[in-house]
Nanobody
């Protein structure tokens, strides 16, 4: 079955960087859209970045220019490189897959079917 396992979270100071990884198994990750989402306490889960089967990417306005989503097809792994981190980036980060080809790149959680367990990112001022 489809399984997504995130790693790479941690605690950093503002201005620092982190690279999150999401190892996929049970299917070929590059076939469908994959995305990164985050959820801070008391807030809704929001889309951060997504990538489709052609490698086209989409980013939330709040992270544009600071974040890069990529995937290694040989390793069936999704990445999120985050630079210039801010305290407001603090959240649990999740990867997810649509498991369908919509022909466009969604950034809302309702379009994604399978989810990982999350990895915590904490940015201190």
């Amino acid at each position: 079955q489809v399984q997504l396992v995130e790693s790479g979270g941690g605690s950093v100071q503002a201005g620092g960087s982190l690279r999150l990884s999401c190892a996929a198994s049970g299917y070929t990750a590059s076939r469908y859209c994959m995305g990164w989402f985050r959820q801070a306490p008391g807030k809704e889960r929001e889309g951060v970045a997504a990538i489709d089967s052609s490698g086209t990417t989409k980013y939330a306005d709040s992270v544009k220019g600071r974040v890069t989503i990529s995937q290694d097809n040989a390793k069936n792994t999704l990445y999120l490189q985050m630079n210039s981190l801010k305290p407001e980036d603090t959240a649990m980060y999740y990867c997810a897959t649509t498991a369908s080809d919509y022909g466009w790149i969604p950034l809302h959680k309702t379009w994604y079917k399978y989810w990982g367990q999350g990895t915590q990112v904490t940015v201190s001022a």
